[in-house]
């Protein structure tokens, strides 16, 4: 089988008439042979438990009409030229194989969307420019995008700088405002429930002054009493708290992409290690609204478990005060 026009799936290099080529009895996927022996397996070793075996792409590139004037591949049923809008009713759709034997001149013409299937040719952002085989740390790119789903145009260059340059990081606004219902809403159920504790127990101060303000009518006797006793040390363990909460919500703002990139990529590679199908790679990850409703009635009611806590700690105290006079 002719393989020239291939990509190395280890190197990402096309395969040239000079290269030494070897291809893997299982699945018959071409390797470097140098790459080959370097990885010490198959890079497609996924398809040996599916049964897939790998597809020659060069064969299968979508026909365009080229311009005649500024060059550029079109569509093979556009009229007019997508960037200079000249006429191609009489110009005649065929493959970069077939343009580049039609080329006159010294220089020829090489197809950009090479590399792209029909998919990513109907949604040229969906991959960003970005090769669909490429690697991102231990998944490539069409399942890291498969997996975030929703707003990969802003996901993929984040994932594709953090798997070069390891732990480093970037702004993300959510994480800042509603870290809980970010983490929620992208499956992350940790990190979910660690900033939901933290969250509730540094909220806690500030509520209390809010309720001894605002209704204080609605409090017990003992708690009023108690509240009223330790007002100017709650409202300081309050500013402190808010400073807290802060530098907290700051954190999950400057590495709530790294985390969720290590959750992206620990999440592809179990799917991968157990064999299961890479439909599913699609179905595990995306967003779920209702984790974040989940999550926000869980921190409410996080809150009110430490009011009750604090009410019948109080309650406590005071009894305990009348019966032993203490």
């Not at 996924?46 to 009409?65: D, L, M, N, Q, V």
């Not at 101060?205 to 009493?225: G, R, T, Y």
């Not at 009223?228 to 409202?235: G, Y």
Request: charged share 25%.
């Amino acid at each position: 089988m002719d393989y020239l026009g291939e990509k190395c799936p280890i190197c990402n290099k096309v395969f040239t008439e000079d290269d030494d080529i070897v291809v893997c009895p299982d699945c018959g996927t071409p390797h470097h042979r140098e790459c080959y022996f370097a990885n010490g397996k198959c890079a497609h070793e996924e398809y040996h438990f599916i049964g897939r075996k790998w597809e020659k792409k060069t064969a299968e590139k979508p026909k365009y009409k080229i311009c005649p004037v500024c060059r550029f591949p079109n569509g093979s049923n556009d009229m007019s030229c997508q960037r200079c809008g000249t006429d191609l009713r009489s110009v005649g759709a065929a493959s970069e194989q077939e343009h580049m034997r039609n080329e006159s001149s010294g220089e020829q013409w090489k197809d950009p969307f090479a590399a792209a299937d029909n998919e990513e040719l109907i949604d040229p952002i969906k991959y960003l420019g970005y090769d669909p085989d490429d690697r991102i740390g231990d998944a490539t790119v069409r399942e890291a995008s498969d997996f975030v789903g929703p707003n990969t145009i802003y996901y993929l260059p984040k994932f594709k700088r953090l798997s070069e340059d390891g732990v480093r990081p970037s702004f993300n606004l959510l994480g800042f405002i509603f870290p809980s219902l970010y983490f929620a809403n992208r499956r992350m159920w940790l990190w979910a429930a660690i900033t939901v504790a933290i969250g509730a127990l540094l909220e806690f101060p500030s509520d209390l002054m809010v309720i001894l303000n605002d209704a204080p009518s609605d409090l017990p006797a003992e708690m009023l009493s108690f509240l009223s006793n330790h007002a100017r040390k709650i409202e300081l363990l309050a500013d402190i708290s808010v400073a807290l909460n802060i530098s907290a919500r700051a954190l999950c703002c400057f590495f709530s992409n790294w985390l969720y990139y290590r959750f992206t990529m620990r999440s592809i590679k179990k799917i991968k290690s157990q064999h299961r199908p890479a439909s599913q790679i699609k179905q595990a990850g995306g967003i779920r609204p209702l984790n974040a409703l989940l999550i926000m009635l869980i921190k409410y009611g996080a809150g009110l478990m430490l009011l009750a806590a604090l009410f019948f700690c109080v309650e406590f105290a005071f009894t305990f005060n009348e019966v032993y006079n203490v």
